[in-house]
């Protein structure tokens, strides 16, 4: 079965601008959920989605946003880029949404960084 | 929210010691505890789950232990090897929740040879 990917693998972009992330899930896993991974602040939960609906949103700014399509594959974006916004984003992906105590599956990250 | 706290930032150990890292976490709601290893590069991996009905478990050289009352959980590495090597992250969540995991800082575990 094939792991969870993640699009582009590394990102540089000017502030004021905006990006978007990529993530596909393991086949059959309905969750996924966003982390922001920095050597400051470890890993932060940004937002899950289950079926298509954004659960929860970690504490960030209105800047972060996402999505998830039918085929449970999620999008991150974030507009309005900020030198802080430089970090490792990270996707992973469940059977089960994140309350349930499933297995988290990670994907190898996003690197964004911001000039 | 849930706040877990993970002790030693950082901890080097001899091979074939044990390493034991604690983390606490403030939510006696949460009952799922995940630990996860990440190598230099590479992404989270699982390696060890304990949920608020067990007080331990065990896989092979890895354990981890549970005390619900004092909010603590601990993972536990015997005879160390330098493939042990890695970052570990404690987590917590809880069923029915939606914050997804809370992680701890990391401890960045050095084995030394």
């Known amino acids: 079965k094939a792991g969870v990917t993640q699009t582009p693998r590394y990102l540089i972009k000017t502030r004021g601008q905006q990006v978007t992330l990529s993530c596909s899930p393991i086949?059959?896993?309905?969750?996924v959920s966003w982390y922001q991974q920095t050597p400051g602040q470890g890993l932060q939960f940004l937002f899950e989605?289950?079926?298509?609906?954004?659960?929860n949103k970690g504490n960030f700014p209105g800047r972060f946003s996402g999505r998830q399509f039918s085929n449970s594959r999620s999008e991150m974006n974030v507009s309005t880029l900020e030198l802080g916004d430089s970090a490792l984003y990270l996707c992973?992906?469940?059977?089960?949404?994140?309350?349930?105590?499933?297995?988290?599956?990670f994907g190898p990250g996003t690197r964004l960084t911001v000039l | 929210g849930e706040n877990v706290e993970q002790h030693p930032s950082t901890l080097s150990v001899q091979e074939g010691d044990s390493a034991v890292i604690k983390c606490t976490y403030s939510?006696?709601?949460?009952?799922?505890f995940p630990w996860y290893k990440q190598e230099l590069g590479k992404r989270p991996q699982l390696i060890i789950d304990?949920?608020?009905?067990?007080g331990e478990k065990k896989d092979q050289r890895i354990a981890v232990t549970l005390n619900k009352t004092a909010k603590h959980f601990s993972l536990h590495i015997t005879e160390t090897q330098p493939e042990d090597s890695a970052v570990y992250f404690c987590?917590?969540?809880?069923?029915?929740?939606?914050?997804?995991?809370?992680f701890g800082k990391g401890t960045h575990l050095i084995i030394q040879p």
């Open positions: 304990i949920r608020s009905n067990v």
């Open positions: 939510d006696s709601a949460s009952n799922y």
């Open positions: 992973a992906s469940s059977l089960v949404a994140s309350g349930g105590g499933g297995e988290q599956f």
């Open positions: 987590a917590a969540s809880k069923e029915g929740g939606a914050d997804g995991l809370t």
């Open positions: 086949s059959g896993h309905r969750s």
């Open positions: 989605y289950f079926s298509e609906t954004q659960r």
